[in-house]
């Protein structure tokens, strides 16, 4: 199928996708969540900030959290994202740049923890570092995928 609109159209499709694993990981299907969750975050991310950047809302952190949005726990003395626009953005970079790594618990991953470093650098001073359940990152996905597609169009 062709992309009418490329970043609505993937959001909706990656939606799509994300639907079919839960259900085939319900019915006990050996699939590959968090892979599929981690490379629907990439595109969620990265296509957004370069074709909508400007369009997705500055809602404040505190507004989102009162919507049911999980919020990153920013750890150490790093500032916390100050509204949606900005956690995008350093989520963005953080997994774009593959600064992340998993937590587990039993062999099973339970999280994963990200991060962004002074002038991009691989192995420059951390700037911000953040942990998410994989609750918490599943939800953000879905609902930054809400926020996508009730954007307006590119011209």
């Given at each position: 199928?062709?992309?009418e ?12 996708n ?5 259900e ?14 981690i ?32 919020a ?15 956690l ?19 062999g ?48």
């Open positions: 199928m062709y992309y609109d490329l970043v609505k159209d993937f959001a909706k499709r990656t939606q799509r994300l639907a079919v694993i839960r085939r990981r319900a019915a006990g299907d050996e699939v590959y969540d968090v892979t599929q969750l490379n629907s975050m990439l595109g969620l991310l990265v296509l957004p900030k370069e074709h909508y950047y400007d369009r997705i809302p500055q809602t404040p952190l505190d507004e989102l959290r009162d919507a049911g949005w999980p990153p726990v920013v750890t150490g003395e790093m500032p916390e994202p100050k509204d949606l626009r900005k995008m953005a350093l989520l963005r970079n953080s997994i774009a740049h593959c600064n992340m790594t998993f937590t587990e618990r039993g099973r991953i339970t999280g994963v923890e990200v991060w962004n470093t002074k002038n991009g650098k691989k192995d420059g001073e951390r700037n911000w570092t953040a942990l998410l359940s994989l609750q918490d990152l599943e939800s953000i996905t879905d609902r930054f995928t809400e926020v996508i597609l009730s954007l307006p169009s590119k011209d």
